[in-house]
């Protein structure tokens, strides 16, 4: 299956969105794991006894959606500024971030 982002990118950005408080690019990273897994299991199931063309359908229907998450996933980025190097959340997010940490737990704690 062709991939745009690699393992360890969707995690660095699952990471860094995971502790903003709108965490839906973390969302978007979630569901292209369970993508990815979904499709490796169709692969185990069709290396297996599984039928082909069943799990065939199966995982042609998951690479078509796993394309159409990980554009999102890079749209999103792109809007909202992200590093597309370091894949680091925006500036700007990252004080609303710690803004929001900060008034939840106090200042200087």
């Not at 978007?28 to 065939?56: F, T, W």
């Amino acid at each position: 299956m062709p991939l745009r982002f690699t393992q360890a990118q969707i995690e660095s950005v699952l990471e860094d969105a995971a502790i903003y408080m709108c965490a839906c690019p973390a969302q978007v990273c979630r569901e292209i794991l369970n993508l990815r897994n979904l499709y490796r299991y169709q692969q185990d199931c069709v290396a297996g006894s599984g039928d082909p063309h069943v799990h065939g359908l199966i995982a042609e229907s998951v690479m078509a959606t796993h394309k159409v998450m990980e554009d999102c996933l890079a749209a999103v980025m792109d809007y909202e500024g992200w590093d597309r190097v370091t894949l680091r959340m925006p500036d700007g997010l990252r004080k609303i971030r710690d803004t929001l940490i900060e008034a939840e737990i106090g200042p200087g704690s």
